[in-house]
């Protein structure tokens, strides 16, 4: 059985289901090898424009799989070459939405957080608990965490192993939107098909510019931010959306 389901469930986008509900979608090897592949293939897929993430009721995701690493040592861990899988994730061009019900803790939580856009339940909870196994994110939680919340938050989480809500993350900015629990996929799938319905190129860039700055300084993330603005100039899409305006009509993109 597949531990992650591939759907297409409207035009252009994309759902990965993770599904290992036994044990909490616990992120062992192969999933985490499966993923990477819909990923990377998903990124080469012209017809995908968005890709949408989830797990089940109970969980997001509980993190990596602790059965799977409980005998293991560095040099296995470091062979395992997990940073490819997770690197498949972060390089992906195409937007990504994760809606998150439950769990999303340790790598679980690092997985929505691989993520550009976070919709979450409201009984959803977000943790890093991996102190109290003796370990410590590995998968850009430490960072990615901080950037999102701020050192004092992220270090009382980290240090701590303490959860927050999700109306907690939604306050704190670590979720975009808090929805009803039932509504969740609902949601990020509507904010996929809206995301997939505007010109694909500007969506790129957006991605691509807003991703790249964060880690630049900001002069140089503004000189990055322009040079992509003169390029979208260059695009069929932009024409026909500024030609559409002027004419009162609906645009239609080629993604060109
Ligand atoms: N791993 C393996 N199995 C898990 C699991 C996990 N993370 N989480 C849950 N399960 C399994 C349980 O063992 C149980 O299995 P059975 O006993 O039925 O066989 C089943 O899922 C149901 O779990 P519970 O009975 O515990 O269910 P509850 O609803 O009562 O509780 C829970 C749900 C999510 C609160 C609880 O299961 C829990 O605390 N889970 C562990 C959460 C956790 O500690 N997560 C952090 C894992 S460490 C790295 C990259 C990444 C990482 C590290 C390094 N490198 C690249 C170096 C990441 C590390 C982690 O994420």
Redesign the pocket.
Known sequence: MATVLLEHPAAHVALLRLNRP???N?LSPELREELRDHFLALAHDADCRAIVITGDA??FA??????AMADIGPAE?MASD??ANWAAIHNCPKPIIAAVDG?A????C?LAMSADIIVAGESATFGQ??V??G?M???GGTQRLTRAIGKHRAMLMLLTGATMSAGEAFAAGLVSQVVDDDRTVEAALSLASKIASMPPIAVAEIKRVVLAGMDASLDTAIMLERRAAYLLFGTHDKNEAMNAFIDKRKPVFSGT
């Open positions: 036994e044990a909490r616990a109970s969980a509980a993190g990596a799989d602790i059965k861990m997990d940073e769990y803790l340790g790598g679980g690092e608990p991996e109290k196994l370990i994110p590995g998968a």
